[in-house]
């Protein structure tokens, strides 16, 4: 099992008992009466290394976008979902030690098994191998969902999707205002307003005016005024 485990992720552990317990389900734990070894250490460490390592290439690739779009495409990434599917391209329910009633009832292939021990997995190699062996399986594990971001522009690029959302409707393209500013001029905050066919759609703060624009759009984006009839 763990060569076979090792290959799939391209990397060697140096301990051993370390993957064994990324591997161990806390149903087996628990029937071996083995309580204090399982992979839930392990998963709350690598659920903190995975944010990190992500957080870190968001911002990285992402330069002007704002705080909350960045945490938008990130949550993408980490959902359960999303890492019980990263789970199931190296086979990882395979390897997975469980108790037999959790085998029984189809632990194996349950989304919270595999992104549990996905988790515990990231949380082993850093153990194993720090931060930088950690950082290079995750980022070759992630490369086609993180391309995929950048090919994503209605989840990238509020701007473009609000304009593309409007221009369905008329041909008119959203404008931006900026409102003011305030703060000292190393700490300045901007305030940005979007209008359409005369309308005020929403407004938006930022630490730029690219990043205020930005703001409002995704705020009128959640509001959709465009969708609500006058009263």
Request: neutral net charge; proline residues 4%; aromatic residues 8%.
């Amino acid at each position: 099992m763990e060569q076979n485990l090792e290959s799939r992720l391209g990397y060697k552990f140096r301990n051993s008992f370390l993957l064994a317990e990324a591997m161990t389900h806390p149903s087996l734990a628990y029937e071996s009466r083995r309580p204090h070894f399982d992979n839930q250490r392990l998963e709350f460490l690598g659920d903190a290394v995975l944010q990190l390592i992500l957080t870190e290439d968001l911002f990285r690739m992402f330069p002007d976008f704002p705080e909350g779009i960045l945490t938008k495409l990130r949550s993408r990434l980490v959902s359960r979902r999303a890492l019980a599917r990263f789970a199931l391209t190296i086979d990882l329910g395979s390897f997975v030690l469980l108790g037999k009633g959790e085998e029984a009832t189809g632990g194996r292939r349950r989304t919270s098994t595999l992104a549990d021990a996905f988790e515990a997995l990231i949380g082993a190699v850093y153990m194993d191998g720090g931060f930088t062996a950690a950082r290079d399986l995750v980022l070759r594990l992630f490369q086609k969902e993180i391309e995929s971001l950048a090919g994503s522009p209605e989840e990238k690029n509020p701007k473009g999707e609000l304009q593309e959302c409007l221009q369905a409707l008329r041909p008119e393209a959203p404008e931006y205002e900026i409102l003011g500013e305030t703060g000292p001029d190393h700490r300045k905050v901007f305030q940005a307003r979007v209008t359409w066919c005369g309308k005020e759609l929403a407004q938006g703060r930022g630490k730029s005016k690219k990043e205020a624009e930005a703001r409002a759009a995704a705020e009128a984006l959640r509001n959709r005024l465009w969708e609500k009839k006058e009263a």
